[in-house]
């Protein structure tokens, strides 16, 4: 079992930047991991995911603004959000999968096994 652990959330003025880390413990597989957020609808949408094969998908809103890292010998990912709008606002759930999804699947929620508890980003105008 996999167990994520973020931290780095917080509230900003629009145009301030943030960034979000994602923590991995425990055995299992986090070939694929990334970032969903879920703001006022019922929807978690995914925003950025990095496979260990350094394969990237954005959500379009955030892609210029957002990036996300990871680095040899570490279980940790990194979202750096610089630009930061009041759409940005919401919860931002780390996601890791055993294996890398399909390229149009890749900011799909059921594709990902494991799931941490949610930090609260919040956007100002």
């Known amino acids: 079992e996999v167990q994520l652990v973020e931290s780095g959330g917080g509230s900003v003025q629009a145009g301030g930047s943030l960034i979000l880390s994602c923590a991995a413990s425990?055995?299992?597989?986090?070939?694929?991991m990334g970032w969903f957020r879920q703001g006022p609808g019922p929807e978690r949408e995914g925003v950025a995911v990095l496979s260990g094969d350094g394969i990237q998908r954005f959500l379009d809103s955030v892609a210029g603004r957002f990036t996300i890292r990871k680095y040899n010998g570490e279980r940790t990912v990194y979202l750096l959000m610089t630009n930061l709008k009041p759409e940005d606002t919401g919860t931002y759930f780390c996601?890791?999968?055993?294996?890398?999804?399909?390229?149009?699947?890749?900011?799909?929620?059921?594709?990902?096994?494991?799931w941490g508890q949610g930090t609260q980003v919040t956007v100002s105008s």
């Open positions: 996601a890791a999968s055993p294996r890398r999804p399909p390229w149009a699947n890749l900011l799909t929620m059921n594709e990902y096994n494991y």
């Open positions: 425990g055995s299992g597989g986090t070939y694929t």
